[in-house]
């Protein structure tokens, strides 16, 4: 490798951890400012939009999971938008805990990791008490 290309990566690396654009090396070695439409190649997504979008997306844990199965629960695209909503609603309000409840469906939901604690069905909520919440979401 180059002394050119060495400094290309250094350069890279450093941007990156800054959470910077790379920049390109014009004449007589200026740094000259690359556009994220520049540095992405097409149809491809940065690093920190892959990142993100991972970060944000709603978890179920083992506990929730093994209660969808046992229960015959089934999470629709609508039902997932519609908690994706919710917890978007109690994040922006700073809940910590939450029961969201959407249409005859219970789920606790740890806000801040984005995690479905565990889900009840209609059956599995009567007679139910909810502890250790901060908040309720009702969908529609």
């Known amino acids: ?12 690396i ?6 910077l654009t790379p920049v390109n090396r014009g004449a007589g ?7 994220q439409a520049e540095g992405a190649v ?11 979008a991972k970060t944000e997306e709603l978890k179920f844990s083992a506990h929730a999971s ?4 046992s229960r ?3 999470v ?4 997932m938008g519609k908690l994706e909503k919710a917890v978007a609603g109690a994040e922006g309000k700073g809940a910590k805990d939450s029961l969201v409840i959407v249409k005859d469906l219970a789920f606790i939901v740890n806000i801040p990791n984005r995690t479905i604690v565990t889900a009840m069905d209609g059956e599995s909520v009567k007679d139910n008490i909810f502890t ?7 969908t529609d």
């Open 76 to 79: 629709t695209p609508d039902v």
């Open 29 to 35: 070695g200026a740094a000259v400012p690359r556009t």
């Open 42 to 52: 097409a149809g491809r997504k940065s690093f920190g939009d892959l990142l993100k």
């Open 1 to 12: 490798m180059n002394k050119i290309d060495q400094n290309d990566i250094q350069n890279r």
């Open 14 to 19: 450093l941007a990156s951890r800054a959470g």
């Open 72 to 74: 015959g629960i089934e």
């Open 66 to 69: 093994s209660r969808l199965k």
């Open 132 to 138: 250790n919440i901060d908040s309720t979401v009702i």
